[in-house]
């Protein structure tokens, strides 16, 4: 069965240091992989998607992914944080035919000054 | 231009009540889908469908019931009303095929009393 684990509930970073949110899957295939992002009382934005090829991925607002197939994960990564990222995190792996996704629990994001 | 639309953005309703929620996406895409995220923020697919055809429909509550008149608009009406189902409900939509993204609206906020 497919699943997806984030084992970080709450991160709590300052404002201009790094970050890395993790993310681990569990799927038969090749994976489809995907990074949201869902600010305070908003939809969910995409901020990055691996499908196939180059294992590091850049998204949008300056955050970066990499899988590792042998790994099985797709962390997320921004060298220097804003409080503008704020907000919470969702991992997913999508699943053919149908395009189902399946999202992990989220990491929710404090940043402080 | 509001990619994906939803409509009301907040509903509060008492128990035994049928609702309904609407949206609309107008970029043009094949598949639609309804999301629920629970009070903890888990996302959990509910039904997609593709150019008006039913292709997943998850272990929900026959009281939910999905309509898709055309390819552009996923309304979910839901019969007696239950505490249990006050949630944020997220309407998506993706191109036709796998894999895409998913795009999403803003959400539903539904409050049973």
């Known amino acids: 069965a497919q699943s997806v684990t984030q084992p970080d509930i709450h991160i709590t970073v300052s404002e201009g240091a790094s970050l890395e949110l993790r993310c681990n899957y569990s799927y038969g295939a090749t994976p489809y992989l995907f990074w949201y992002v869902q600010s305070p009382g908003q939809g969910l934005q995409l901020l990055l998607k691996?499908?196939?090829?180059?294992?590091l991925v850049q998204g949008i607002k300056g955050f970066e992914a990499e899988f590792k197939r042998s790994q099985s994960s797709f962390n997320l990564r921004k060298p220097s944080v804003h409080w503008s990222d704020a907000a919470e995190y969702f991992c997913a792996v999508g699943r053919r035919p149908g395009n189902q996704f399946y999202f992990g629990t989220g990491t929710s994001l404090t940043v402080i000054p | 231009d509001t990619a994906v639309s939803q409509t009301p953005k907040y509903l509060v309703t008492q128990m035994g009540n049928d609702k309904s929620i609407k949206c609309e996406q107008n970029?043009?895409?094949?598949?639609m889908y309804w999301y629920k995220q629970d009070s903890k923020k888990f996302l959990k697919i509910m039904f997609s469908y593709n150019n008006k055809e039913l292709i997943i429909n998850e272990t929900v509550p026959n009281r939910f019931s999905p309509k898709s008149p055309d390819k552009a608009h996923l309304n979910l009406h839901i019969n007696s009303l239950e505490l249990g189902d006050s949630a944020v409900y997220f309407c998506a939509s993706s191109p036709g095929g796998t894999p895409y993204e998913q795009y999403f609206g803003p959400g539903t906020r539904l409050t049973v009393t």
């Open positions: 970029l043009g895409h094949d598949t």
């Open positions: 691996y499908f196939s090829g180059d294992t």
